[in-house]
């Protein structure tokens, strides 16, 4: 299983930007997923989470500044940022907690969580 992230760059303070996530490989579900970032110097922290019923949290810094959406038929899922400012600047990954087979070939399935590699986002005043 393999996460990418995609849609990452630099943009101006008030330029929107989406970003993609991806989960390919031997997925038979998507339980949860989610959007973290970390800051130069910084821990990383939590942005936004959707269950597999669709149920959204945000971390309250936030909420009403960034949407975060998913497309189950495509394994699929998105961070909508909206007017991002410099603080927003940081590395955006992805997470995805996803059941898959255990072994190749094999009909046990274990969940598992899984993390992209991460897309710099940078936003310049």
């Known amino acids: 299983v393999q996460l990418v992230e995609s849609g990452g760059g630099l943009v101006q303070a008030g330029q929107s930007l989406r970003l993609a996530c991806v989960a390919s490989?031997?997925?038979?579900?998507?339980?949860?997923m989610g959007w973290y970032r970390q800051a130069p110097g910084k821990q990383r922290e939590l942005v936004a989470t959707?269950?597999?019923?669709?149920?959204?949290h945000y971390s309250d810094t936030l909420k009403g500044r960034f949407a975060i959406s998913r497309d189950n038929a495509k394994n699929t899922w998105y961070l909508q940022m909206t007017s991002p400012q410099p603080e927003d600047t940081a590395v955006y990954y992805c997470?995805?907690?996803?059941?898959?087979?255990?072994?190749?070939?094999?009909?046990?399935?274990?969940?598992?969580?899984?993390w992209g590699q991460g897309t710099q986002v940078t936003v310049s005043s």
């Open positions: 490989g031997d997925v038979v579900s998507v339980e949860a």
């Open positions: 997470n995805a907690r996803i059941t898959t087979h255990r072994r190749v070939g094999g009909m046990d399935l274990g969940t598992y969580d899984y």
């Open positions: 959707i269950a597999a019923d669709g149920n959204t």
